[in-house]
């Protein structure tokens, strides 16, 4: 019989008896097998621990031609035991001590969170699994650390945090994409084989978004099962699914480590980073709530509880054209829209003249600000608003002073004879030479130190390639390098906030977001791509993390042009701004990018605190999503491409409550109408009052509406 777990206070078991631990959130159950390997046998909706599980249940059947006794399938996976799959743990002690099996040691566990050690003396390894269950948003995180208790070193190749799923989530969506493309999902089947993500980019990239979902064919944004996964890690990794030969299958996540790279000395240590997962049966749509909960409320540490600021950023405006007096013309113009925080981008630094040149060189340009940028950031408090400035500490150019006068602190393989290609011009500074390390430091700090500035824009540039340390590989340790000095310079200066961008959305993870508190999405602000690139996102992350920014009419990166509606309506749903130069727009625009911030701030507090649904939609030209609390639910309908139906189809909302009545109210909606109908539905004429489940069963009969064009309503609790 499966033991209950009567305590919720932390129990210490040496000399563990209970084969199994039923672990609890507030809406699941997770029942680990102890014995002879930590393993998760069930997890799913939460079980009554007052009737006892018969062990019967996990009794599985020896199949013939295999090996005779069931393997289970553990958290960290064992060749020598008779694990076929992908191994938990690989290394070597000078080709020996290859193939560990460990015993369990200790186990100290409470009602949701357990730690798990074992142990193999003749491979001389020690195991911790450390696992928890986030009672509150039922989010699992998982980590493991090995640590070498024999007398030589220890070289780790992998070590790798593995997951099982049920038969029944045959189906995986993935990520993929691009610059100016991020975030892009794609729906794929898991039966056979599997399917593995390797990055060696050195963040999180473009291309692998270290986040993975699986899923039952049927299931859908409000219904059916799904498991949800991220690896909390901003360098490489590597994510599989697989399904084995015997129909079980697994996800596992793994920091992705170069040759050697890893040594353990005796005693030495090394940690997986974080795994997040969730489990629903409430579709993407309860995955979605469950991750944002756990962000909000484990993972963000905003300085202060303000809403978050309304930003202007100068880039599209200006791009490397520094002028003073035109930048605070551009100020005067934002600062009457409503922007609260004002962000200068890259051209400030010495030289800075261009993407070729100056990285490294962080102070500012006497020729375009030749009293330094103290007129700007007062002239900026002035109106309103605070100050950001945009740095890219860890990159360097070679036409640097810094790099001329160090060039070893750069980050590579040159002295060995080398060519390492640059990316957008640029170079890496290693970030493990204490040199280094000190002086961009000191750079960041006297900068933070001198100018009244509360916000960073930390970009990231260029890809880590050959990325080595005294000759050996670094990758790993860069990205911890990066995360020390980011905590450091944090508490040196606790308000300042920090954005992780990298050309866009190729630094975004929950590791980073501990110490960062917005992210640049992607590079690209035309609104019609914004539509997924941001929908991929929220899967993960809620709305006050992911900057989004009205851009001019005519998009920068695509081309497209888009009127005020759409961009407005897009940039809406996430941490708003707007990137463009304002200066000369004309006054409609102007009235309408003011009025667009305005509608944000209305519903900010909402959309940063609220609950993320999306809505099935039988046209997938459509995408219907939107924010709710208990009070209202503010909803967008986007029509991205040509309708496929002369009639536009029923609003059904799922997701009200079906004992309480709605007033529905049009806050926004395309001024082109008159183009695609003779007459609208009657409901957008004036508020009507409905009921709920009529809105959950009926619904309402749409607008028919041109390609690119969104309308905002908001249905209010009476
Ligand atoms: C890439 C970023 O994503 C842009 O927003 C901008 O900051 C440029 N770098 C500046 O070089």
């Known amino acids: 019989m499966i033991y209950t777990v009567k305590t919720s206070t932390s129990h210490v078991n040496n000399a563990p008896t209970e084969r199994f631990l039923h672990l609890q959130s507030n809406d699941n159950s997770l029942i680990l097998l102890l014995d002879p390997i930590p393993a998760i046998i069930f997890w799913g909706r939460k079980i009554d621990r007052e009737h006892a599980i018969p062990a019967a ?55 949701t969170a357990a730690t798990m050690t074992l142990s ?29 208790i024999g007398n030589s070193d220890y070289t780790v190749d992998r070590l790798a ?54 899923l039952q064919p049927e299931t859908d944004d409000v219904h059916g099962n799904v498991i949800g996964m991220h690896l909390g890690w901003s360098g490489n990794h590597r994510l599989r699914a697989q399904v084995k030969s015997d129909g079980r299958r697994y996800l596992q996540a793994e920091p992705l480590l170069s040759s050697g790279e890893v040594i353990l000395p005796p005693n030495g240590a090394f940690e997986t980073p974080t795994m997040y997962a969730l489990f629903s049966n409430q579709g993407l749509n309860g995955m979605k709530q469950g991750f944002h909960h756990y962000v909000r409320n484990q993972v963000i540490n905003f300085p202060d509880a303000k809403p978050r600021p309304v930003h202007f950023n100068t880039w599209e405006g200006i791009y490397f054209y520094h002028e003073p007096q035109r930048i605070m013309a551009m100020a005067d113009a934002v600062a009457r829209l409503g922007v609260e925080r004002f962000i200068l981008d890259d051209g400030w630094f010495l030289n800075r003249d261009g993407e070729t040149r100056a990285l490294g060189d962080w102070i500012v340009d006497p020729k375009k600000y030749p009293q330094g940028l103290s007129p700007l950031v007062d002239h900026v408090n002035q109106l309103g608003m605070e100050f950001g400035l945009w740095v890219e500490p860890e990159m360097v150019s070679k036409d640097s002073d810094v790099f001329r006068a160090h060039p070893d602190w750069m980050l590579g393989l040159d002295d060995l004879g080398y060519h390492q290609p640059s990316g957008r011009y640029q170079y890496v500074m290693d970030l493990q030479n204490p040199d280094a390390y000190n002086y961009l430091l000191a750079a960041l700090d006297s900068l933070l130190t001198e100018y009244n500035i509360t916000y960073l824009k930390w970009d990231m540039n260029r890809e880590l390639v050959q990325a080595a340390h005294n000759g050996l590989p670094a990758y790993h340790g860069q990205t911890l390098a990066l995360y020390t000095m980011i905590d450091t310079l944090r508490a040196r200066h606790p308000l300042v906030e920090i954005e992780s961008c990298a050309s866009g959305g190729g630094r975004v993870d929950y590791e980073v977001l501990k110490r960062t508190h917005r992210f640049w999405t992607s590079d690209c602000n035309d ?19 992911m900057g989004s920014h009205i851009g001019p009419y005519r998009s920068h990166t695509t081309r497209r042009v888009h009127d005020m509606s759409l961009r407005g309506l897009t940039a809406l749903f996430g941490h708003m701004g707007a990137e463009l130069d304002p200066v000369g727009l004309p006054d409609v625009e102007l009235v309408a990018f003011a009025r667009y911030i305005d509608l944000h701030k209305h519903y900010r507090e909402l959309l940063h605190s609220g609950k993320c649904f999306n809505i099935p939609s039988g046209d997938s030209g459509q995408r ?20 496929q139906y002369a009639l ?29 109908m003779k007459q609208q539905p009657s409901w957008m004429a004036k508020p009507l009052s409905i009921h709920g489940d009529q809105l959950i069963q009926i619904g309402l009969s749409l607008p028919i509406m041109d390609p690119e064009s969104a309308m905002l309503l908001s249905f209010t609790l009476e």
């Open 624 to 643: 219907i999503y939107g924010v709710m609390n208990d009070d209202v639910v503010l909803l967008a309908v986007v029509q991205i491409a040509m309708p």
């Open 648 to 676: 536009a189809g029923r609003l059904r909302l799922p997701v009200l409550d079906g004992d309480k009545r709605y007033r529905i109210d049009v806050l926004d909606s395309p001024a082109a109408f008159s183009s695609t």
């Open 161 to 214: 945090l593995t997951l099982p799923l049920s038969e029944n989530l045959n189906e995986l969506i993935t990520y993929h994409g691009r610059w100016s493309h991020e975030f892009q999902m794609q729906r794929i089947p898991l039966t056979h084989g599997g399917f593995i993500q390797e990055n060696r980019r050195g963040r999180t990239s473009h291309e692998s978004f270290p986040g993975i979902i699986a």
């Open 57 to 111: 249940l996990f009794d599985v059947p020896v199949g013939q031609a295999r090996l005779d006794q069931h393997v289970v399938l553990a958290l960290c996976p064992e060749h020598g035991r008779g694990d076929f799959g992908s191994p938990g743990i690989e290394g070597h002690r000078q080709g020996r001590d290859w193939a560990p099996v460990f015993n369990l040691t200790a186990v100290e566990h409470t009602d």
């Open 120 to 148: 193999d003396p003749r491979a001389g390894l020690e195991l911790t699994i450390y696992l928890a269950l986030d009672p509150e948003s039922n989010v699992m995180t998982l980590r493991h650390r090995v640590v070498n």
């Open 527 to 545: 609104a019609l791509e914004r539509q997924s690139i941001q929908h991929g996102m929220l899967m993960f992350f809620p709305p006050e993390v």
